[in-house]
């Protein structure tokens, strides 16, 4: 049985940290996954900073809903766009 990769959109919406985990842990399977961080900025933490470099390891640049971030920042529009682009859509 060979396991189909799939695009996921990840929506990091009430633990960050748990979030890049996840994301970097689903490219181990092949899996194009997609970042959103929703909410809230992400807290300047020594283990959110660890995450950050495990999703670089990964190859994802993550984005953000939040205005004011120093990541991309998605409009509703463009959210909506990478919902429906996605096969699978994750939140956490």
């Given at each position: 049985?060979?396991?189909?990769?799939?695009?996921?959109?990840?929506?990091?919406?009430?633990?960050?940290?748990?979030?890049?985990?996840?994301?970097?842990?689903?490219?181990?399977?092949?899996?194009?996954?997609?970042?959103?961080?929703?909410?809230?900025?992400v807290?300047?933490?020594?283990?959110?900073?660890a995450?950050?470099?495990?999703?670089?390891?990964?190859?994802?640049?993550?984005?953000?809903?939040?205005?004011?971030?120093?990541?991309?920042?998605?409009?509703?529009?463009?959210?909506?766009?990478?919902?429906?682009?996605?096969?699978?859509?994750?939140?956490?």
């Open positions: 049985m060979t396991l189909q990769t799939r695009s996921i959109l990840l929506l990091g919406r009430r633990d960050h940290a748990e979030a890049m985990r996840v994301a970097a842990g689903l490219t181990i399977f092949g899996h194009r996954v997609r970042l959103v961080f929703m909410g809230a900025p807290a300047d933490t020594p283990e959110n900073a995450q950050f470099e495990l999703l670089e390891l990964a190859d994802i640049a993550p984005e953000t809903t939040v205005a004011g971030e120093e990541l991309p920042c998605l409009d509703p529009a463009a959210l909506a766009r990478a919902m429906l682009e996605a096969d699978l859509v994750m939140s956490l």
